[in-house]
């Protein structure tokens, strides 16, 4: 199984929104609609904010937001605020019960 | 309230074997299955495998076959990751996830244990 492919680093000033991506295959992220996206702060374990590609968790804030084209998946976070900054990672299902992990991206807020 | 409380930090030597533990609550434990991540220092999730709680059965990421077992208590709703030929590079963080089948995402994590592998 191979990892999807996140850019290591994304950026943006308080208020702005950011755009996060991640590559996979036909073999994941394009043949699924099982994307899920995940935050974690320093130290503490992941926490879910996006699944199913779009669909938000209850207490996930509305500024969060997951869509998917062919291969490739995206998480856009809007209006920044400092508490987003964070690591954040993509998955997708695999097939044959698989998951993959993208390899993260560190977000920062300026 | 769902929990996830696994066992505590761990030092091990270059090729033993250790044994972590994810005691679940408030939920039906057979009801979701169990997944495993490894997250090195520095280093992001990678997906090690999963288990069904009701029939035992398991599936393993390429990289930790043959390495890793999982397996599960019912009678005490705990889960088991047991790794073995530990290299240092093994040196990890080693989350249980609870994953939801529909949607194929996992919703709860335990809160990690850290496995250090140290001649």
């Known amino acids: 199984q191979s990892a999807l492919t996140q850019p290591p680093s994304a950026s943006g000033s308080p208020g702005q929104s950011v755009t996060i991506s991640c590559t996979g295959t036909s073999s994941d992220v394009g043949n699924y609609n099982y994307v899920s996206w995940y935050q974690q702060h320093p130290g503490k374990a992941p926490k879910l904010m996006i699944y199913?590609?779009?669909k938000r968790p209850s207490g996930v804030p509305d500024r969060f937001s997951g869509s998917k084209s062919g291969n490739t998946a995206s998480l856009t976070v809007s209006g920044l605020q400092a508490e987003d900054e964070a690591d954040y990672y993509c998955s997708s299902y695999a097939g044959r019960n698989n998951l993959a992990f993208g390899g993260g991206t560190k977000l920062t807020v300026l | 309230q769902v929990q996830l409380v696994q066992s505590g930090a761990e030092v091990k030597k270059p090729g033993a074997s250790v044994k972590v533990s994810c005691k679940t609550s408030?939920?039906?434990?057979?009801?979701?299955?169990m997944n495993w991540v490894r997250q090195a220092t520095g280093q992001g999730l990678e997906w090690m495998g999963w288990?069904?709680?009701?029939?035992?059965?398991?599936g393993y990421a390429q990289k930790f076959q043959g390495r890793v077992t999982m397996t599960r208590d019912s009678s005490i709703d705990t889960a088991y990751m047991e790794l073995s030929s530990l290299k240092s590079d093994d040196t990890a963080v080693f989350y249980c996830?609870?994953?939801?089948?529909?949607?194929?995402?996992?919703?709860?994590w335990g809160q990690g244990t850290l496995v250090t592998v140290s001649s």
């Open positions: 408030g939920y039906t434990f057979s009801n979701y299955d």
């Open positions: 199913e590609v779009n």
């Open positions: 288990m069904n709680p009701t029939s035992g059965h398991t």
């Open positions: 996830a609870r994953r939801v089948r529909d949607g194929d995402y996992i919703d709860h």
